[in-house]
């Protein structure tokens, strides 16, 4: 089984940057072999892609919301994704989930909340303006 915990959320003003963090563990499992994604849930709203990021890293795809002000990234020596947000705006407030999948080739990139097999249990972003 999979585990993942997301980290760095906070209360933020709007132009402000935050460093989500998310720490993959599992017995018998290695963390390059998983395609990596960060969706999100604002208020009253359903579950949306944000970023992905392929098994090498050697590819990203973002959403058109958020393209340009956040950049996904990943140590696979450290198990963590990383989704760094600059500047933020107030419509970016939602709880961040990552999710892992087994990525079929090292530059494979899912889009989809039905690719992926294992979810965190998320991190509050708020943005104040």
């Known amino acids: 089984q999979v585990q993942l915990v997301e980290s760095g959320g906070g209360l933020v003003q709007a132009g402000g940057s935050l460093r989500l963090s998310c720490a993959f563990s599992?017995?018998?499992?290695?963390?390059?072999?998983?395609?990596m994604g960060w969706f999100r849930q604002g208020p009253g709203k359903e579950r949306e892609f944000v970023a992905s990021i392929s098994r090498s890293g050697g590819s990203t795809y973002y959403a058109d919301s958020v393209k340009g002000r956040v950049t996904v990234s990943r140590d696979n020596a450290k198990n963590t994704v990383f989704l760094q947000m600059n500047p933020l705006k107030p419509e970016d407030t939602a709880v961040y989930y990552c999710a892992a999948t087994a990525g079929r080739y090292a530059s494979s990139i899912y889009v989809k909340i039905n690719e992926y097999d294992y979810w965190g249990q998320g991190t509050q972003v708020t943005v104040s303006s």
């Open positions: 599992g017995s018998g499992r290695t963390f390059s072999n998983y395609a």
